[in-house]
């Protein structure tokens, strides 16, 4: 009966989406997307239940992807290829963002010594199109693609900052803040203070939220007619760099950086 039931759903659900609608498409990227979402191999059974389908809908969609190459099998489990990445480098390579900001990203934390990204806003996460680190800096797992909840890094503050009323009230209504670190804040209250803040600021800094140990300051990026189309920011361990430095010391270069390239921005 459950299964009817979520069949049922998702019948109704492409109907309202219309005639165009491919429900098969959105499937096999529901799998996808379920594979990407960990860094371990899923059994079907995982796999079906964390893209919220049948095990029969999750199987023949295992099996096309893996016959486009973009999905492998390992005795029951299954992993992504490398060949995804063809996914994402398409993305990158259309994405002026991504392509002018890499080099940026690594020159300023060459210079700095903070690591340095570029993010944009996907619903209620921010996705790295571009990311740098200095060598003195222990890794910090960080790289072009890597998600974050929007709500609890100065990035993502930045970016629910520069939406609508609307759209932010709409994004707050749906939002369940989860706890990354015991310093996150998960009031959406609070939340929706903290993004008006930095509305008002044009900044915004966000202490171990995110990560133990590690502060980020962000600033919005505009392209040439002011629409805020990414976020760039710094980051770095508390001990090093006390928050008033970081403000007091980064704040007017990243604005700068910002300012600089708004004109290159499209």
Same mark, same amino acid.
């Given at each position: 009966?459950?299964?009817?039931?979520?069949?049922?759903? /998702?019948?109704?659900?492409?109907?309202?989406?219309?005639?165009?609608?491919? !429900?098969?498409?959105?499937?096999?990227?529901?799998?996808?997307?379920?594979?990407? &979402?960990?860094?371990?191999?899923?059994?079907?059974?995982?796999?079906?239940? &964390?893209?919220?389908?049948?095990?029969?809908?999750?199987?023949?969609?295992?099996?096309?992807?893996?016959?486009?190459?973009?999905?492998?099998?390992?005795?029951?489990? $299954?992993?992504?290829?490398?060949?995804?990445?063809?996914?994402?480098?398409?993305?990158?390579?259309?994405?002026?963002?991504?392509?002018?900001?890499?080099?940026?990203?690594?020159?300023?934390?060459?210079?700095?010594?903070?690591?340095?990204?570029?993010?944009?806003?996907?619903?209620?996460?921010?996705? $790295?199109?571009?990311?740098?680190?200095?060598?003195?800096?222990?890794?910090?797992?960080?790289?072009?693609?890597?998600?974050?909840?929007?709500?609890?890094?100065?990035?993502?503050?930045?970016?629910?900052?520069?939406?609508?009323?609307?759209?932010?009230?709409?994004?707050?209504?749906?939002?369940?803040?989860?706890?990354?670190?015991?310093?996150?804040?998960?009031?959406?209250?609070?939340?929706?203070?903290?993004?008006?803040?930095?509305?008002?600021?044009?900044?915004?800094?966000? !202490?171990?939220?995110?990560?133990?140990?590690?502060?980020?300051?962000?600033?919005?990026?505009?392209?040439?007619?002011?629409?805020?189309?990414?976020?760039?920011?710094?980051?770095?361990?508390?001990?090093?760099?006390?928050?008033?430095?970081?403000?007091? /010391?980064?704040?007017?270069?990243?604005?700068?950086?910002?300012?600089?390239?708004?004109?290159?921005?499209?």
């Amino acid at each position: 009966m459950p299964r009817l039931g979520a069949e049922a759903a /998702q019948r109704r659900g492409a109907a309202a989406r219309g005639p165009e609608h491919s !429900e098969a498409l959105a499937r096999g990227l529901a799998v996808l997307t379920a594979l990407g &979402a960990g860094r371990r191999p899923l059994s079907l059974a995982e796999a079906a239940r &964390a893209a919220g389908l049948p095990r029969a809908t999750a199987r023949r969609a295992l099996a096309t992807l893996a016959n486009l190459g973009l999905v492998e099998a390992e005795g029951r489990l $299954f992993r992504l290829t490398p060949r995804v990445l063809r996914l994402a480098t398409g993305y990158l390579g259309s994405n002026g963002v991504s392509v002018l900001l890499q080099p940026r990203c690594e020159a300023i934390a060459a210079q700095g010594g903070t690591t340095c990204s570029v993010a944009v806003l996907d619903g209620a996460e921010i996705v $790295f199109v571009a990311h740098a680190q200095p060598v003195r800096l222990a890794p910090s797992g960080a790289m072009v693609g890597t998600r974050l909840p929007a709500h609890c890094t100065a990035l993502g503050r930045v970016l629910l900052a520069a939406l609508s009323d609307p759209a932010l009230e709409a994004l707050l209504a749906g939002l369940r803040p989860e706890a990354l670190t015991p310093r996150t804040e998960t009031d959406p209250a609070r939340v929706r203070t903290a993004v008006l803040a930095a509305r008002a600021a044009g900044h915004a800094l966000v !202490e171990e939220e995110a990560e133990l140990g590690f502060r980020s300051l962000a600033v919005p990026l505009r392209r040439y007619d002011g629409r805020v189309v990414a976020a760039l920011n710094l980051g770095a361990p508390v001990a090093l760099h006390p928050a008033g430095d970081m403000v007091a /010391q980064r704040l007017p270069g990243l604005l700068a950086e910002a300012a600089e390239l708004a004109a290159q921005l499209v």
